[in-house]
């Protein structure tokens, strides 16, 4: 389904859970980045990013497509290393710990901070391998590994419709199935916060809502910071909405990413103060 | 509307050529071409087919059980068998295999997981795998006769030294399936593995192995029987032997292989000899085609779409 599919058939985004009290700024940031920027090779992808992202909050990030939202989420647990031609500059703060200090192991890194991808990428194992894959690398003290899988597929939802078949392969659910085993698996180690990147773009509508759901519950245990095409998804789940775009260096030509407006869910969607914002907001460009 | 107008333009100026759906006559160059192609394959088939025929024609009357459970003898053909070649070939092939899976396959890994490739050192390793694919299997004889057996190693003419000579001709072809394999497994796995915070080991064992391994076994088959079937570089290592008897062990005393010793009974005179050297073949043949059927298995049996 397409975004512009979404945004035809429903109604005109609106922060649903306004009821949720969300401070003018992060009680408790997780990360803090200050004057981020990330180039490929010679290409400057992301430019002077700095915001903080709060602790058990739903951050959202939103704009059009190439404008570095995946670059800036792959950088909170390292998996730009991954990329040989990434390079970070700027600061990316973890409970204030310098992300990208010298002594920083990034395997560390990463089993404190889970991701979510955008294509449901389950291992081509079990049901209960998958889930056991993470607490089993990283050597997590486990009594009992099959109250664990339980858990853990009870808190991501999924207990219900697979604890019949723990032992099939995991190829055999259906898309949205597998992609809440892939977050169920990204929770099993009991990670501090969950990046999702466009976890729901391949899924169709009542799939995305049952992610939308378990999002919205797991928000009380772990901090989430999700990408999305989906401008209603944002309004729906996120406490708060950062918006990045491309900008365009007018002598140079050179395109790169950077931070617009970043805000309170509700600000956003119903009073932005950047004239950009509103105009990706009402479907005027994007 | 003068937009909508020129699409309309477009649109039909499109439409008119393919207007006609029929067919224009035939197509000449395209079926001259299929008819080259097929007369290629018809070849290859027939000379396969003509060979095939001939050996099973001339071997058969000797191909029965003392073919594999007597000794050879150069007095008398009709009671002569092929079982210390047979069993030197095992010896050999397994020396082959204990030595080239886990250093073809620990090549490939570095190769493909942790080598960066814009490093001069590995780009030159990658073009000498190449290289080493095209050596002609000759060369790896001389190279064993030099460093194995007398040089620096110095193993004597044991089944080990052919082991090793062997080793060295079809490692490329190991490396390369199993290179190719492993390029196989989806990057989204290894992303999922390492976002979980497994390190790059255990990505690598417990995810791009397992996915990979019908690849790298494919490739081994096809390698083993790629050397189950040489004969040149073994008779510079040692296996020109006449053994009357069975090899004392893979570093130790005289041996031979099925290739070599069909190679000895097809050079002597005797019409009885050259049977002999026709039954070992179809022995040989059978077990080359049953290598190649279980890698073919094997590839389709597990090549599937992630
Ligand atoms: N691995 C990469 N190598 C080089 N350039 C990349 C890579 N990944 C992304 N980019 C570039 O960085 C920019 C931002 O990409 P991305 O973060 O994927 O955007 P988004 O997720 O917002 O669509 C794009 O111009 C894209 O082409
Ligand atoms: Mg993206």
């Known amino acids: 389904m397409t975004d512009q599919a979404t945004r035809a058939a429903g109604p005109a985004p609106s922060p649903q859970r306004a009821a949720r009290d969300v401070p003018d700024v992060p009680k408790e940031p997780v990360f803090t980045t200050q004057d981020l920027n990330i180039h490929y090779g010679s290409f400057h992808a992301v430019t002077d990013v700095s915001m903080e992202f709060g602790k058990n909050e739903i951050t959202a990030l939103i704009g059009p497509s190439g404008c570095g939202k995946s670059t800036v989420l792959r950088c909170l647990n390292r998996m730009n290393d991954l990329i040989p031609a990434a390079r970070v500059s700027g600061e990316v703060r973890y409970h204030g710990i310098e992300l990208y200090g010298p002594k920083i192991d990034p395997i560390e890194v990463r089993r404190r901070i889970g991701m979510v991808f955008q294509k449901a990428n389950p291992f081509p194992k079990s049901i209960y391998d998958n889930i056991a894959y993470g607490p089993r690398v990283t050597g997590m003290k486990v009594d009992n590994m099959d109250d664990l899988v339980e858990q853990t597929l009870r808190r991501a939802a999924l207990w219900d419709e697979v604890k019949d078949k723990l032992k099939q392969n995991a190829y055999g659910l259906s898309g949205g199935q597998q992609q809440r085993l892939c977050i169920a698996r990204a929770i099993a180690t009991n990670p501090d916060v969950v990046l999702m990147d466009e976890p729901c773009s391949a899924l169709d509508p009542i799939a995305t809502l049952r992610i939308e759901e378990l999002m919205a519950e797991l928000r009380e245990l772990y901090t989430i910071i999700i990408v999305t095409h989906n401008m209603q998804q944002a309004a729906r789940v996120s406490d708060r909405t950062a918006f990045f775009t491309v900008k365009v260096n007018e002598t140079t030509g050179d395109r790169t990413g950077g931070l617009v407006e970043y805000d309170r869910t509700t600000k956003i969607f119903e009073n932005p103060s950047d004239q950009r914002t509103e105009g990706y907001i009402s479907g005027r460009f994007g | ?306």
Not at chain 2, 141 to 164: E, K, N, T
């Open chain 2, 1 to 306: 509307m003068r937009q909508s107008g020129r699409t309309r333009i477009a649109v039909d100026a499109a439409r008119a050529g393919t207007e006609s759906l029929e067919r224009r006559g035939i197509d000449v160059k395209g079926e001259l071409f299929r008819a080259v192609l097929l007369l290629c394959i018809s070849i290859g088939i027939v000379m396969l087919a003509t060979l095939l025929a001939y050996v099973i024609v001339a071997g058969w009357p000797r191909l029965d059980l003392s073919l594999f459970t007597e000794m050879p003898s150069t007095r008398d053909p009709n009671t002569s068998g092929f079982l210390p070649a047979i069993v030197g070939t095992l010896y050999v092939m397994i020396g082959v295999l204990v030595t080239t899976v886990p250093i073809g396959v620990s090549a490939a890994i570095y190769l493909e997981e942790y080598a960066d490739s814009s490093k001069w050192y590995n780009r030159l390793i990658e073009v000498n795998i190449q290289n080493l694919a095209a050596v002609p299997s000759i060369v790896f004889g001389i190279l064993g006769l030099a460093f194995i057996v007398r040089g620096p190693w110095g193993l004597g003419f044991v089944a080990f030294a052919g082991s090793l000579t062997l080793m060295m001709m079809v490692l490329p072809t190991v490396i390369i399936a199993s290179r190719e394999a492993i390029r196989g497994v989806p990057s989204t796995l290894r992303h999922a593995s390492l976002g979980l915070g497994a390190t790059r080991w255990q990505t690598v064992s417990r995810q791009v192995l397992p996915v990979s391994l019908p690849g790298i076994l494919t490739g081994t088959i096809l390698a083993m029987s790629r050397a189950i079937g040489e004969t040149a570089p073994l008779l510079l290592v040692g296996a020109t032997t006449f053994v009357r008897f069975l090899p004392e062990g893979l570093f130790d005393g005289a041996y031979s292989v099925i290739t070599v010793q069909i190679f000895q009974w097809a050079m002597r005179p005797q019409e009885e000899f050259r049977t002999l050297a026709a039954a070992g073949s179809i022995v040989l043949v059978a077990l080359l085609l049953l290598m190649n059927s279980v890698a073919i298995w094997l590839r389709n049996k597990y090549s599937r779409a992630y």
